[in-house]
């Protein structure tokens, strides 16, 4: 029988959120539970297994659910020292974020199909550990849970993936996007898989529908653009950061991602940022 835990049993006193760390037992939950508000976990320390409905999952270290109202779950800790931070959430605060931010919508808790996993690096991890904290010490009112909630989503929000692509993909891509990896050019990218070239090739094509140069060139006129307008470094300094020092190639790149040269790009939006016409 599945035991549905009911929000009004753990948000006591009007709060909008409640905040447990809880070592896991290695022992398998004699039976799954659901629960009528939205719930938010990682894994703190060590692996746990995530038990749903239809399989189970292993977590690491870093590994974050985002489970909805109605979905099924048990969790059981894997070898010792599994250590979990789980926040419960009120169920109209989080229907309530999602009204007033659409791109939310489908992503996260707000998923047609869930739970919704995501991963966070060490600093990230270190991050949210420090949000937690506040949020912890906080009144679990609404400001100060939704002060927590916002940054973590909206940063998931813009780097999310398709359920299907894999982690390793994933992840090598979102890596991607620092300086470091996209200066080396696609080989940057592949470097972070771990994988060889033409495998990483195929499945960028088949899950992202991409090529690896493709998608570091389209990081790096982004990058590019936003330099242009916030900084006032030379044009060929701001492609050689962007690791492409032959200017006729960053010329090109540029023009085919923006319709104009790089000056043009500048002139225009800093003009337009600093004295509106």
Known sequence: ??????????????????????????????????HDFFELFWVQNGQIRHHLSERTET??????????????????????NAL???????????????????????RLFWADKGPVRARRDMKALAALNHAAV???????????????????????????FAPEVPNWLADACLAA????????GSAGLVARTGKAHPHVSRMMRRYLGITPSDFINKIRM???SRALTTDIEPVSAIAADCGI?????FHKLFRAAHGMTPLQYRQQ????ILQPN
């Open 1 to 34: 029988m599945i035991k549905t835990l009911r929000h009004q049993d753990i948000l006591l006193g009007g709060a909008q959120s409640r905040l447990t760390r809880a070592p896991l037992a290695s022992s398998r939950p004699k039976s799954l539970h659901t």
């Open 59 to 80: 977590l690491s270290e870093g590994d974050l659910v985002f489970i909805a109202p109605g979905q099924s779950h048990g969790l059981q800790g894997k070898g010792e």
């Open 84 to 106: 979990i931070v789980l926040i419960a959430l009120h169920p109209e605060l989080v229907i309530g974020m999602a009204n007033r931010h659409p791109s939310m919508q489908g």
């Open 134 to 160: 506040q949020l912890e010490q906080s009144n679990n009112d609404t400001l100060s849970t939704e002060a927590f909630l916002l940054p973590l989503c909206a940063d998931l929000t813009a780097q999310s």
């Open 177 to 184: 996007r620092h300086p470091d990896v996209f200066r080396d």
């Open 222 to 224: 982004d990058y590019a």
């Open 245 to 249: 020092p032959n200017m006729s190639h």
């Open 269 to 272: 939006f800093q003009r337009q």
